[in-house]
């Protein structure tokens, strides 16, 4: 891809901010570039905070402590996170930078090519999501030892980029938190989030790692689906949805979905947590059963050949 011609929109610190590549409510992403020892060139995201949040205080000290708890992050299918501090009067993150598509962007790209992803493309993307789900709900603190107790919370296709080289990895881990409870005091703002809520956080209980795993749930519905599960034409008719959680059978809505992968989704959809898979490991371990055995040549090699040439255009030049 034509990263490389990018221009300089600002110098941002030691960072050298190229081209806005994400915005949103609360905070804007930069590719950027970081120059190190001997002139040598790293290139970075960085997600910078809207001003009018980087005056709350409220919102920064929830920001900083969710950053230092992701920092402790380091797994192939969670995002790194490498820097954090103000500049400019603006709080802002340094992040590994993935040369791909957040899920949601790719579903629409592919919609509008009338494609689908396969089920073992599937099964991969989820499986991943879940070793690194894993790697955040066990991680512990690197000073004291203790678990750190992570959830995501916002387990949604906007936190799952895929990049052209067939990693799947998880966004914003631990920044979640302090976005939505920032969040929910603005009406609106979380429009379109809410469809990947678990039951219990539809109800305002207090949520663990089992949260993750229904909103993985979901989304691993509605891929093999091809439809949205909990949608409806107001936000408190989806909460209704979730907390009711009818599940409808994924067979009839698609036949090639085998019985077994419709157990393993049905298991991470149970509206009783405990009936729920209780780790995001054992997710991941009946998910990876499930692709050796009936998708035993599968590779991640495959997954990139497929990204590259759903996106080929950009391959070109054409960004």
Not at 85 to 95: A, D, H, R, S
Not at 101 to 108: A, D, K, S, T, Y
Request: aromatic share 10%; hydrophobic share 40%; charged share 25%.
């Amino acid at each position: 891809m034509a990263i490389f011609v990018a221009k300089v929109v600002e110098s941002f610190g030691k960072y050298v901010l190229l081209e806005k590549i994400a915005s949103g409510g609360m905070a804007e992403v930069y590719l950027a570039k970081s120059t190190g020892a001997s002139g040598v060139s790293k290139f970075l995201a960085v997600k910078r905070i809207l001003p009018q949040y980087s005056d709350n205080p409220e919102f920064i000290e929830m920001f900083k402590e969710e950053a230092k708890i992701a920092v402790n992050l380091n797994h192939g299918n969670v995002v790194s996170i490498f820097d954090f501090g103000v500049e400019k009067q603006q709080f802002f993150l340094v992040m590994e930078y993935v040369e791909g598509q957040n899920l949601r962007q790719v579903l629409n790209h592919l919609k509008r090519d009338t494609k689908n992803f396969t089920i073992d493309q599937i099964v991969y993307i989820i499986k991943e999501v879940s070793a690194g789900l894993d790697h955040a709900h066990r991680c512990l603190d690197g000073t004291t030892g203790k678990p750190l107790n992570i959830t995501h919370r916002d387990m949604s296709p906007q936190n799952v980029m895929l990049s052209f080289e067939g990693e799947v990895k998880i966004v914003d881990f631990g920044i979640a938190k302090a976005e939505s409870q920032m969040e929910t005091t603005r009406a609106g703002t979380i429009k379109g989030k809410f469809g990947y809520m678990s039951p219990e956080q539809a109800d305002g209980q207090t949520v663990d790692l089992r949260t993750d795993i229904f909103s993985l749930g979901i989304i691993l519905w509605e891929l093999l689906a091809n439809d949205r599960l909990f949608q409806s034409n107001s936000d408190a008719g989806t909460l209704r949805k979730i907390r009711e959680c009818q599940i409808p059978p994924l067979r009839k809505l698609n036949p090639s979905v085998p019985p077994e992968l419709e157990r393993i989704c049905n298991k991470a959809l149970a509206k009783d947590k405990g009936l729920r898979y209780q780790t995001s490991a054992a997710f991941h371990r009946d998910l990876n059963r499930f692709l050796n055995t009936q998708y035993p040549e599968f590779s991640p090699h495959d997954f990139s050949v497929f990204m590259k040439s759903a996106f080929s255009n950009m391959f070109m030049g054409n960004r």
